[in-house]
């Protein structure tokens, strides 16, 4: 679906709390008439809240995206009920709790969420319970317009190349299917190393040194350390689980044990507790490799290459036998992405050190040794960091494919998909076309000036 259709689907969530309409002078009005559904003002400045929750700016340009989403959004809600479509609870009741999380995160706690939003928590989530039970409905009418418009055949795709202007095909970017030898460092001796400091600092600190000294001068968490290694009040939910259990478990002022994450190895204070969520300050130190292990592994790589090189043993072969990264090694080092299951990258799928050891090379070159992460690292968690553990490889360009408008004969699937997605938001604008024409809809004229997407909104503005 496109951008466009997936804003519908944020739009019924946001209305999720009743905010003064300072913006117009209004303590609130309904400012447009859906069927039987009135929006209020309110559901206007409750998303511009919404974007406030979570850090964003807003203008009036904003505000007409909104009520455009609202009335779109409730066309389809409309649709859903009438279909009998039913709720995924499951999903509704997840949504919710990572929600209120991120609110409580970002504003500090319950306090200041109940002030922000201006009515108490237990209110608030039944509003967003709710509206997220009419995204959900929302979302599924949407998919089930999406469904009814068949697999595109290669008649379709063919029309649509023969019809379509040359220039809005798409442009499918160079792509690199690649192979890798990866070598890691002695992570235990490197683990060791890391504990014998931590442990070093944790009694410095029991022995009367400041934490927040010390963070700012060993954590390498390079946000929370200028702050003395102080995180904010959060909930327990964002942090990995060994990090969250261990702080909920400490009493305000006790310094942890050594917590071990997927980010490194920490020792945690916690400042405050409440309910779900906490202040602690941490100290995070990540396993460093000395010199030598790379020289090691660098030496071990290039003399490898050398002999992929002289032809004395495949690269598969050499991969299979030496490599220390299994999902690879399996596969005779060839790469691939961990999300799709495919063989072929994109640039911006690659890692800037794999990138830039490959750059230049023809099919069939093979990368000088570089140091390099795997793919540990947690993009969904809120951190400001993502690590991987360093790892040293060689890459081998196996095929390229040079960037190139798309043809019927070697991008059909890719053809097919966007031949797809166009005859999806055909259907979904047909849908919205017949709804609005068969709906009473009237919009308020403070409105007037919006540039919306759809034109047919201008028709409904009521000039009583």
Not at 37 to 63: C, F, H, P, T, Y
Not at 193 to 218: H, P, Q, S, W
């Amino acid at each position: 679906m496109t951008k466009k259709s997936i804003l519908i689907l944020v739009a019924a969530f946001a209305t999720c709390v009743a905010a003064h309409a300072q913006k117009y002078k209004y303590i609130d009005k309904s400012v447009a008439v859906v069927g039987n559904e009135v929006v209020l003002i309110s559901d206007i400045e409750a998303m511009v809240k919404e974007r406030g929750a979570q850090g964003l700016s807003s203008d009036r340009n904003v505000r007409c995206e909104f009520l455009e989403n609202i009335l779109e959004s409730k066309l389809l809600l409309m649709q859903a009920r009438i279909d009998s479509l039913t709720v995924d609870q499951e999903n509704v009741e997840a949504q919710l709790n990572e929600r209120i999380d991120a609110y409580l995160t970002y504003l500090g706690g319950q306090e200041q969420l109940e002030e922000y939003f201006g009515k108490p928590l237990y209110r608030l989530r039944q509003d967003l319970r709710q509206k997220f039970e009419d995204m959900s409905l929302t979302q599924t009418e949407q998919m089930k317009i999406a469904k009814e418009v068949p697999d595109m055949t290669p008649y379709d795709v063919k029309e649509y190349m023969d019809t379509v202007d040359a220039k809005n095909l798409p442009v499918v970017p160079i792509k690199y299917q690649l192979s890798q030898i990866c070598l890691y460092p002695d992570q235990e001796a490197a683990n060791l190393a890391v504990r014998e400091k931590l442990l070093d600092l944790r009694e410095r600190i029991i022995n009367g040194e400041k934490f927040a000294t010390l963070a700012r001068m060993y954590s390498e968490d390079p946000v929370s350390s200028r702050r003395g290694g102080e995180l904010g009040m959060a909930s327990k939910s964002i942090y990995w689980p060994a990090f969250s259990d261990a702080a909920m478990s400490l009493k305000p002022g006790v310094i942890s044990q050594i917590v071990e994450t997927p980010d490194g190895f920490h020792i945690i204070e916690v400042l405050e507790k409440n309910g779900d969520m906490f202040n602690a300050r941490h100290i995070l130190l990540k396993p460093q490799y000395t010199s030598e292990d790379r020289e090691k592994a660098f030496k071990t790589l290039d003399s490898l290459r050398t002999e992929i090189i002289n032809g004395a043993v495949t690269f598969q072969m050499a991969a299979s036998f030496y490599s220390q990264d299994a999902p690879t090694r399996t596969n005779g080092g060839q790469m691939s992405d961990p999300n799709t299951g495919s063989s072929y990258f994109e640039i911006d799928q690659l890692k800037p050190e794999d990138y830039k050891a490959i750059s230049g090379l023809k099919e069939g070159e093979i990368s000088q040794p570089v140091e390099s992460t795997d793919n540990d690292g947690r993009p969904d968690r809120l951190k400001d960091f993502v690590v991987g553990k360093t790892n040293y490889k060689i890459i081998k360009v196996d095929k390229i494919i040079p960037a190139h408008t798309a043809s019927f004969e070697n991008d059909f699937s890719q053809l097919q998909m966007e031949v797809k997605r166009e005859k999806q938001q055909a259907a979904l604008d047909a849908f919205m076309e017949k709804k609005i024409s068969e709906t009473k809809i009237l919009i308020d004229p403070m409105f007037k000036d919006c540039d919306f997407h759809r034109s047919v909104w201008t028709s409904k503005f009521n000039e009583e």
